[in-house]
């Protein structure tokens, strides 16, 4: 009962790769994850301010698009990326395809609405009255984003980190375009832990698929932790 | 710097607060407003701080109307006003920093990120003017307490010394001293006396007419959506001209 | 009940489903869509057919969570039957498999006949050739390939990549790297509006050469390990699709007017091969 | 160049699947989401609250392992629900490998951190004397934590949109636990929107996987609009 | 029933708030408690409404000591007693949906149920108690409005309306009027004074002596983590037996 016994002792199985292959893994994808998690939240922050704060036309829609998007299908989000990228698509001369950037474009689509629309909601729940005070002691509207910021900074830490989550653990996209390649030296050129576990899924190898798992999960939190570090905040209280 | 409501006309939705409301407070002034709960006092002060443009009416600083003017003038005028509101509006942080806010924000970026590494790495010092502030309003000890955690009268001693702190040229005070013991109301309005003396024009919006008696150079009147009378302290207390003055300050008017 | 028309003297299985797994590339030629549903009237039950990779569908096998399981990998296909968990394996069909490559063909492979060579010169000339690397059936014969040319894993240069995925995916990522591979034919023709990678190597279903045949076995899951797996319903679904009415049907199936599978479960001689491991030697393994 | 001419001309390809079909995949992928929403919901909540505001030692550490669950890599989530289900695994009994129900918990697993921990900064960040006045006015444990639910009512929302975003969008756990099947007679088994595409693009039929994840945004976007209707804000603005 | 406050202690931290506070009061009398801001008034307050469980000593109801008996048991004694903070804390829905608070909890799940229904299908009616408590502070016709747009002094009154609404034994009252004018102090210090009639023991935390001289029966003054002194409105008034007692209601004392 090989499924069983599997569950039961992962451990005990011998570590079944080699350091320099879990390496490569790794670093692939904490460069492609933490890169587009960065880039969204250059980008998602400033959105989800101006959605937070500014009274127009359309902002429920707005507000219901930047949710949809919390539900892009990662696949489909490869594709988009894939012809964007591929030979004959529009930015075909760029060589991209298949590339660690690619990765970093379709994780930066499926990351952002998800930081958005949560750091939305934080921002959404910061009171009028503290933004009026930062107003009226002379701040500029960089100010008034500032201190906004600030009071919503645990929701905004747990928008990033849910957007880091989404990136890091999704395997649809980066499979696409990435396309999950390893080196014959047995380097990842695009292989992250996600597709890597993937690969050993289909092969049946799941105590393997496990052990990977494992990494990654650590991973996150290790990420987790400093971000809330930084964040400055224990969570929970405010 | 003389700061004036010209005719000012203003509402939230289509229920009018105000219709043509003219206000002027000159340098080294006093200026009470006072009328019932729900009058709009607030409303008042915040148009005079700049917080919104009014639906009709000029605000005027120093003669010219400040809507008029690009938003970096503008920001140029607010930052010569102090405003104390009504609820004390803290900020999520220690009492110093709240104290420091005004006059950070008046720093250059680069000095600002310097202090904020500074901060991180546990290097910092105390901007003198802050904690100036600070003791003025007998808050010196408490200046690295969480700000959410200050007794109601703390967090307002501590909102008017983060106005007081960057001395502006005008302070909008709405009702400072509400949550205020009578020790600590004389300490504030000494400093808004001492304000005054430096040529500072104050608006001050309050409930308490022992205190308008008190500090304030002339009083207007808010009520009915209009000012229904603006004088001197002594005349307005004393020999009010509108029948409904005597009555409101008496506390026999009803709304 | 719904009784078939098999006269009611087998097992009652009406209203029961089975569960088949097979690989993603067996699955996506459409060919078990034109079995299954005859099969389904006839019994009256359904069968679930779920594609994996080649290795998760024989695990999923092995922890009884199928009833019958269809590969096109002889040496992992044996290793099963010898573990004990697979029993009453057939030979089913075969197909072939075919080096596929960009149209400019860089390597100039085109035409030969030689699979060997074929991927000598795909080396020599460093063209990018993106390998399966999924442990499938496909990438088990490349690998073959690869060491009849001389090419263990690890000879090979930046050129060879590995994917690690589907056939289909892999034939997409070999179009965008303008590269080469090996892919089954069932699956290359159902794509074959979706690529522009051309066959240059063809297999012995054309003429090539044997090197690149493919054939498919089917097994059930011995009830006497997994006493929950439907037996009754896996052997007469192995007993219809290897039956003369499964084998016209596969005979008869065909994408883009091309025959893809060629059915061998019916044959003159008797094959003993196709019941159990290949080079068994009678002893038990125990 | 089939790719070009498929990003450019998406729409003029005839609609290519019965409509049986694709009815059935919906009806598979909405019952999936939402019943392992619902369910994640109702777990989440409570949890957010009681992490929210009762205090213990590795509160911390609790919060960060939620936050970590927001990375669970999809593919590890379908694995360990498959060694559950599968019928050597402790519910091996309840034949649900292959099932929706399996698709269900899966989804749960992965929804639920992501409800829970987008909750929970919600929920910090509802004043404490608003609260306190629930309490005073003479509500029970229950009542404060009604309070509290409604006034972060646009931040729990948006958890659960975020949550069903997860869920309807991911393929790695639903197509090992699910299998993706569909019946000969072309109606779905445990065939969702999002393993259809996959199957689609992966044999290389790039435009019907974009229509398929066409018609997936637009029930994301039909969802989401009924729970901002429910949540009975606008979004934005409190 | 009795409210009982017996050699309380109590601090945040490690820094003690009171050392030993003690303090009764009885049904239909008003106890005033004064003190300078910071002093622990809110955090007493807090402790009589229970709360938080005092550091040390006990909380009595009716003799009780509160915090021995089971929780449901407490949920019954604190549904005797009306509260209003110094904050106003309303709940981000409308005025009446606030003023009702107190009568929705107290009622099965079912009729809250069947009630949230019927409002989302448009067909409400409003809680007689809830409206005639907001027409007591004179805001019946803001009933719809939306809590979060009232002025300062119009959410204080609703928290009032709040409190009254289900008629409780006890009223602990923070600062009630601070952000009033005279005349709705007055409005609120009969509501006080008619329900003190009714029977209704109130304990009230002012900064307004007027106010404490007016309405008080009793008043403690807490200073310097103590009651220092107890007794009659007119003799705490007129001749305090600490010196420290004069010298705060002289608004001499400096803390
Ligand atoms: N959560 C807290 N953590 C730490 N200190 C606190 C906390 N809450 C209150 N304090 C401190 O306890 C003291 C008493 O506060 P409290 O609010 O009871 O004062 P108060 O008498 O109501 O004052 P005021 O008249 O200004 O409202 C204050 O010095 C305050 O700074
Ligand atoms: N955002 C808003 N939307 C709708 N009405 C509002 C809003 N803000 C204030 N109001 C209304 O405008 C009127 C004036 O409010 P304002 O706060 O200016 O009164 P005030 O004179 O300061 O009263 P108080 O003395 O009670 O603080 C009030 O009736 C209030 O209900
Ligand atoms: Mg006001
Ligand atoms: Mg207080």
């Given at each position: 009962m090989p499924l069983e016994l599997s569950v039961l002792s992962p451990l005990v199985v011998d570590f079944p790769f080699e350091w320099n292959y879990i390496r490569s893994i790794i670093r692939v994808s904490l460069y492609v994850s933490i890169t587009a998690v960065v880039l969204s939240t250059l980008f998602s922050i400033p959105v989800a301010l101006l959605v937070g704060f500014k009274d127009f036309r359309g902002k429920?829609?707005?507000?219901?698009?930047?949710?949809?998007?919390?539900?892009?299908?990662?696949?489909?989000?490869?594709l988009v990326v894939l012809f964007t990228v591929s030979n004959e698509g529009p930015l075909g001369s760029w060589d991209l395809v298949f590339t660690p950037e690619a990765m970093i474009m379709s994780q930066f689509v499926l990351a952002a609405p998800v930081i958005t629309g949560v750091s939305l909601a934080a921002v959404s729940s910061v009171e009028q009255n503290v933004r009026d005070a930062a107003f009226a002691m002379g701040g500029t509207r960089a100010?008034?984003?500032?201190?906004?910021?600030?009071?919503?900074?645990?929701?905004?830490?747990?928008?990033?980190?849910?957007?880091?989550?989404?990136?890091?653990?999704?395997?649809?996209s980066v499979l696409i375009v990435g396309g999950n390649i390893a080196g014959s030296d047995g380097t990842s050129v695009t292989r992250t832990l996600t597709t890597a576990?993937?690969?050993?899924?289909?092969?049946?190898?799941?105590?393997?698929?496990?052990?990977?798992?494992?990494?990654?999960?650590v991973l996150v939190l290790i990420v987790n932790a400093i971000v809330v570090r930084l964040g400055g905040d224990t969570g929970g209280n405010r | 710097m003389t700061l004036t409501a010209d005719d000012v006309h203003h509402g939230y939705g289509t229920d009018p607060v105000f219709e043509g409301v003219s206000l002027t407070v000159a340098p080294g002034e006093v200026l009470a407003i006072i009328g019932p709960s729900g009058v709009g006092k607030s409303t008042l002060l915040r148009l005079l701080a700049l917080f919104d443009e009014p639906d009709g009416g000029a605000i005027e600083f120093g003669g010219e109307a400040v809507w008029d003017v690009?938003?970096?003038?503008?920001?140029?005028?607010?930052?010569?006003?102090?405003?104390?509101?009504?609820?004390?509006?803290?900020?999520?942080?220690?009492?110093?920093?709240?104290?420091?806010?005004?006059?950070?924000?008046?720093?250059?970026?680069?000095?600002?990120?310097?202090?904020?590494?500074?901060?991180?790495?546990?290097?910092?010092?105390?901007?003198?003017?802050?904690?100036?502030a600070l003791e003025t309003v007998g808050l010196r000890e408490k200046a690295e307490q969480d700000a959410a955690s200050l007794s109601g009268g703390e967090a307002q001693r501590v909102a008017f010394a983060r106005a007081l702190a960057y001395d502006p040229e005008m302070l909008l005070l709405d009702e400072p001293t509400s949550d205020l013991d009578p020790r600590n109301t004389a300490v504030l309005e000494d400093a808004v006396l001492e304000a005054r003396n430096r040529g500072i024009g104050v608006v001050i919006a309050t409930h308490d007419m022992h205190q308008a008696e008190r500090i304030a150079d002339r009083v207007a009147v808010l009520l009915e959506n209009?000012?229904?009378?603006v004088g001197e302290t002594e005349r307005i207390f004393e020999m009010p001209r509108d029948d409904r003055t005597r009555k409101f300050i008496d506390g026999e008017l009803i709304y | 009940a719904a009784l078939g028309d098999d006269g009611g003297n087998g097992p009652e299985i009406s209203g029961e489903t089975l569960t088949l797994?097979?690989?993603?590339?067996?699955?996506?030629?459409?060919?078990?869509?034109?079995?299954?549903?005859?099969?389904?009237?006839?019994?009256?039950?359904?069968?679930?057919?779920?594609?994996?990779?080649?290795?998760?569908?024989?695990?999923?096998?092995?922890?009884?969570?199928?009833?019958?399981?269809?590969?096109?990998?002889?040496?992992?296909?044996?290793?099963?039957?010898?573990?004990?968990?697979?029993?009453?394996r057939r030979d089913l069909m075969f197909n072939d498999f075919v080096i596929i490559g960009d149209a400019d063909d860089p390597a100039g492979i085109s035409g030969g006949d030689d699979a060997v060579d074929a991927f000598a010169q795909i080396a020599e000339s460093e063209s990018t050739f993106v390998s399966r690397g999924d442990d499938s059936g496909t990438h088990t014969q490349e690998l073959e390939i690869w060491g009849e040319a001389g090419y263990e894993d690890g000879d090979f240069g930046e050129w060879y990549q590995e994917a690690g995925q589907g056939m289909g995916e892999v034939i997409v990522q070999t179009g965008q790297s303008e590269g080469y591979t090996l892919s089954d034919r069932g699956t290359y023709l159902s794509m074959i509006n979706e690529t522009d990678l051309e066959i240059h190597v063809e297999g012995p279903v054309e003429g090539g050469p044997e090197i690149l045949s493919n054939p498919y076995g089917i097994f059930a899951i011995n009830p006497a390990v997994h006493d929950n797996v439907n037996y009754d319903l896996a052997m007469a679904y192995i007993g219809f699709i290897t039956s003369l009415e499964g084998e016209e049907i596969i005979r008869e199936?065909?994408?883009?007017?091309?025959?893809?599978?060629?059915?061998?479960?019916?044959t003159e001689e008797p094959n003993f091969q196709q019941y159990v491991p290949e080079e068994w030697d009678g002893s038990h393994s125990d």
């Open positions: 429920t829609l707005l507000t219901s698009i930047i949710n949809t998007g919390m539900g892009f299908p990662s696949v489909v989000v490869g100010d008034v984003a500032l201190v906004t910021i600030k009071e919503a900074r645990y929701g905004i830490a747990t928008a990033v980190l849910a957007g880091f989550g989404r990136a890091i653990s999704e395997v649809g576990i993937q690969l050993e899924a289909r092969q049946g190898r799941f105590e393997t698929a496990m052990i990977l798992g494992a990494i990654l999960v | 690009s938003e970096r003038k503008r920001l140029d005028y607010r930052r010569r006003i102090g405003m104390v509101f009504q609820e004390a509006s803290l900020f999520d942080a220690s009492v110093r920093r709240n104290a420091e806010y005004g006059l950070r924000v008046r720093k250059p970026w680069s000095d600002r990120l310097r202090h904020e590494l500074a901060t991180l790495v546990g290097r910092t010092n105390g901007t003198g003017d802050a904690i100036d209009q000012i229904i009378e | 797994t097979t690989t993603t590339s067996t699955y996506d030629t459409g060919l078990l869509d034109e079995l299954n549903a005859p099969f389904e009237d006839r019994y009256g039950v359904t069968v679930d057919t779920v594609s994996l990779g080649t290795g998760a569908a024989i695990e999923t096998g092995r922890s009884g969570d199928s009833d019958v399981v269809m590969v096109h990998a002889r040496s992992q296909e044996d290793e099963f039957m010898e573990d004990g968990y697979a029993i009453n199936y065909t994408v883009e007017g091309e025959q893809l599978f060629f059915p061998e479960a019916i």
